[in-house]
């Protein structure tokens, strides 16, 4: 079975301009997660999805990111414009129920 | 709100010797715990996890924790390291019963296993 699948791997961008990553879940699971992490951090949740819909978007900066997962499979998550604080890994993670499945994760380096 | 605590950030042991890495986590509610791995450039993988039973939990790679409701705590052990256990190690909490909520994750613990 394939795991989650997320492209590209490393991105390097200069501040202000914009970025995106996506990412494919593991077929089946309905439920879809993007999470930030910071060097030598734990990651923290940006926005979930339940199919189509965004259930729970309270960490997510609505200025400079959003989000999308059209027909409730893949996923997108744009930044506009790129700050250098932004650099960090963005995880996607799908789940079926409790537990969650991690994608390798997208390094962002803004300079 | 959940919050967790690993009281360790960094965990140096020598090879073949047992460790212990631990986790506190403050909820009001009950929820589910998780341990994960992450190898350098690599996404988390789930090595165990307590939803309800027995408070002790057997995962990959010889690793188990056991669930202290009283102490709110979830200590992950292994009795014998390997080189290769080298990696950044994440506690976990879910809100009980809520399926697919988010993960509250710890700050992480690095394990270094020296030779």
């Known amino acids: 079975e394939a795991g989650v699948v997320q492209s590209p791997r490393y991105k390097i961008i200069e501040k202000k301009q914009p970025v995106a990553f996506w990412c494919n879940p593991i077929s089946g699971h309905n439920t879809l997660y993007w999470y930030l992490q910071n060097l030598g951090q734990g990651p923290e949740l940006l926005i979930r999805?339940?199919?189509?819909?965004?259930?729970?978007d309270s960490q997510l900066p609505k200025d400079r990111f959003s989000a999308e997962r059209l027909k409730g499979v893949d996923s997108t998550l744009k930044i506009q414009p790129a700050e250098l604080g932004d650099s960090a890994v963005y995880l996607c993670?799908?789940?079926?129920?409790?537990?969650?499945?991690f994608g390798p994760g997208t390094r962002l380096t803004v300079t | 709100a959940q919050s967790v605590t690993q009281l360790d950030s960094q965990v140096p042991v020598f090879e073949e010797a047992p460790v212990e890495l631990r986790c506190n986590y403050s909820s009001s509610v009950s929820v589910y715990l998780f341990w994960y791995v992450q190898y350098p450039n690599q996404g988390l993988q789930l090595l165990l996890k307590y939803l309800s039973g027995s408070t002790l939990v057997k995962g990959i790679n010889g690793f188990e924790a056991e669930f202290n409701k009283s102490q709110t705590s979830f200590h992950l052990r292994k009795p014998s390291v390997h080189i290769s256990d080298t990696a950044e190690y994440f506690c976990?909490?879910?809100?009980?019963?809520?399926?697919?909520?988010?993960?509250?994750f710890g700050e992480g613990t690095q394990l270094t296993v020296n030779p």
């Open positions: 976990a909490v879910s809100e009980a019963e809520t399926s697919g909520s988010r993960l509250t």
């Open positions: 999805y339940e199919n189509e819909e965004a259930v729970d």
């Open positions: 993670a799908s789940s079926f129920h409790y537990e969650q499945y």
